[in-house]
């Protein structure tokens, strides 16, 4: 809600401040704060923070921490950045739809369709059930 406005030193203090006070913050706390990042085009800091999330939580980035970063990348026209991120996630969490949707306008915007349609395929492939 914070981000919302663009007060990050708010959002920030907090954060932080949850922590000085004994509250552990969980996983949809840290989303939060890496989301705002990316959205605002802070990329170090969202990707700081993701690291700092695993580091000092000790909580894993799951999907939709990821899905924050390559989103909010996306939104700030990060487009190189959304797919050296996707590349990193893939080493540890396996992609969904919202994954998906959100690469693909980074592929477009670099000119990589091939890629594109690669990731949309696996995709749909991992999705269907084997019968």
Known sequence: ???GCGSFVWAVKVFYSMKDNGIRPDLICWNALISGFARN???DEAIWI???MRDESGLSPGVNSWNGVISG???SGFFEDVL???SEMCLSEKPNSVTVASVLPACSSLRV???GKELHLRHWIWQKPFL
């Open 1 to 3: 809600m914070l981000f």
């Open 41 to 43: 085009g802070e990329i």
């Open 50 to 52: 993701l690291k700092e």
């Open 73 to 75: 990348f996306v939104q």
């Open 84 to 86: 050296d991120v996707f």
């Open 113 to 115: 369709v091939n890629l």
